[in-house]
C-alpha cells in the first residue's frame, strides 16, 4: 500500500522568511511524488515532482522540494514566503492511482 | 484553453434525492477520477476510469455512481445511498495510468444536503 502523511495541518511563517510543508511517504517500490496547491473553492494546482534523478526538484511560484530517501521524506519549500502563498497544500504519491495527504494550511503573515 | 470544467459549481440536493455531477475535459487525457474532500482529510478516491466504458471503484464508492461512454465526460451521480453527501467534490484526468503522470483537476462542486 502507499501513502503520505503530513504531520503539521497548520504552519504560520512572517512574509520573506522560509517555509517547509513537510510530507512523508510509504511506497514499494519507486517513489512518484507531488506537491499541490489549493486555493479555498478551487480544485488544486500542479507544484512539482519527483520521478527520479536529482534530489531537489524545483517547481512553479519559486516552490522546491527535496527527496530523501533514507527519511522518506519529501518536504516543501521556498526561500522566501509571500502573503499571496498561504493555501492549502497537499503533497500526494501516485503507483496506480493518486494518494493525496490530509493537507497542510500555510499562512503567511505580513 | 484545454481543461476541465465541471458543473454546476454549487449543488443543492434534499433527502431521498438522486443528484449528478459533470465532469468535462478535452485534453484528450485517458485516465479520469473522482475525489471527495472534506475538511482535515485530504481527497478520498470515489471512483476512477482508465478508459471508455470500463471503470473502477476507489475507497468510497458506496453511494455513488459513474459511467463512462465518451473519454470527455466522467459523470457522477450521488445517490439517495450515500448518507453524508455534504462535501466538495472533485474531478481531475490524466494521460493514462502511469505513476509519473500529474493529474489536472477541475474547480470542483460543492454539494449540500438541505
Not at chain 2, 475538511?39 to 478520498?44: A, T
Given at each position: ?15 520573506g522568511n ?11 517500490g ?9 486555493y ?9 515532482k ?6 531537489l526538484?524545483k517547481?512553479?511560484y ?7 530517501k ?6 516543501l ?10 493555501a492549502?497544500?497537499?503533497?500526494a504519491v501516485?503507483?496506480n ?6 493537507g ?7 | 484553453?484545454?481543461?476541465?470544467t465541471q458543473?454546476?459549481k454549487?449543488l443543492?440536493r434534499?433527502?431521498g434525492q ?9 485534453l484528450n487525457?485517458?485516465?479520469m ?5 472534506d ?6 478516491l470515489?471512483?476512477?476510469s482508465q ?5 473502477q471503484k476507489?475507497?468510497?464508492a458506496e ?7 465518451k473519454k470527455?465526460?466522467?459523470p ?9 453527501p ?13 505513476p509519473?503522470?500529474?493529474y ?9 444536503v438541505?
Open positions: 500500500a502507499q501513502s503520505v502523511a503530513q504531520p503539521e495541518d497548520q504552519v504560520n511563517v512572517a512574509e522560509p517555509l517547509t510543508v513537510k510530507c512523508t511517504y510509504s511506497v514499494s519507486n517513489p512518484y511524488l507531488f506537491w499541490y496547491v489549493q479555498p473553492n478551487r480544485g488544486l494546482q500542479f507544484l512539482l519527483y520521478i527520479t534523478g536529482d534530489n526538484v517547481g512553479s519559486g516552490f522546491e522540494a527535496e527527496f530523501n533514507s527519511q522518506t521524506s519529501f518536504h519549500k521556498k526561500p522566501s514566503a509571500l502573503v499571496s502563498d498561504s492549502l497544500y497537499f503533497c501516485n503507483n492511482d493518486m494518494r493525496f495527504g490530509a497542510t494550511r500555510l499562512t503567511v503573515k505580513p | 484553453d484545454g481543461g476541465i458543473s454546476p454549487y443543492f434534499k433527502e438522486n443528484v449528478t455531477l459533470s465532469c468535462e475535459q478535452n487525457h485517458d485516465a477520477y473522482w475525489y471527495r474532500q475538511p482535515g482529510q485530504g481527497l478520498r470515489i471512483y476512477y478508459i471508455v466504458n470500463d471503470f476507489g475507497d468510497i453511494g455513488y455512481s459513474v459511467s463512462r461512454e470527455e465526460s466522467f457522477l451521480t450521488v445517490t439517495s445511498a450515500q448518507k453524508n455534504t462535501a466538495f467534490y472533485l474531478c481531475a484526468s490524466s494521460p493514462g495510468q502511469y509519473n503522470y500529474g489536472t483537476f477541475g474547480s470542483g462542486t460543492r454539494l449540500t438541505v
